[in-house]
């Protein structure tokens, strides 16, 4: 994992640990993915990661979606609600 990996992980942990101190119930993230190829399947590299770096931070993943942005650009919506 590179520097811009890492980077993105903090940033999501950030935003997560932020919104949580800040009394929210609700989280939205947007994750963007570069590179992905919609005739394949496989894994999306650092999406995963930003997911769990947000639930490290008492969040849980409620709902996701996927917006094309053109070429072989795809983002993704989390919902993501406090852990109980």
């Not at 993943?61 to 072989?72: R, V």
């Given at each position: 994992?590179?520097?811009?990996?890492?980077?993105r992980d903090d940033a999501a942990a950030k935003a997560a640990?932020?919104?949580?101190?800040a009394g929210r119930h609700v989280l939205t993230f947007k994750i963007v993915q570069a590179g992905t190829n919609?005739?394949?399947?496989?894994?999306?590299?650092?999406?995963?990661?930003q997911i769990e770096a947000i639930e490290a931070q008492g969040w849980y993943?409620?709902?996701?979606?996927?917006?094309?942005?053109?070429?072989?650009r795809t983002a993704l919506i989390c919902l993501f609600r406090r852990r109980p």
């Open positions: 994992m590179g520097f811009v990996d890492h980077a640990a932020d919104a949580y101190r919609s005739r394949s399947t496989g894994i999306m590299p650092g999406v995963g990661e993943l409620d709902k996701m979606s996927a917006e094309a942005l053109g070429g072989e």
